[in-house]
């Protein structure tokens, strides 16, 4: 039961994860111009 449980939990802590990463990626790529520091 709780092995279950503790997995389920993982398992939704990583979607989230996933989730903010891939967020977070999208917007730094479309948020427009690149700063000359980072070319």
Do not use: N
């Amino acid at each position: 039961m709780t092995k279950k449980v503790l997995y389920r939990i993982a398992t939704l802590l990583g979607l989230i994860a996933i989730l903010f990463v891939s967020t977070a990626s999208t917007w730094y790529i479309y948020q427009g111009d690149t700063p000359e520091e980072l070319l």
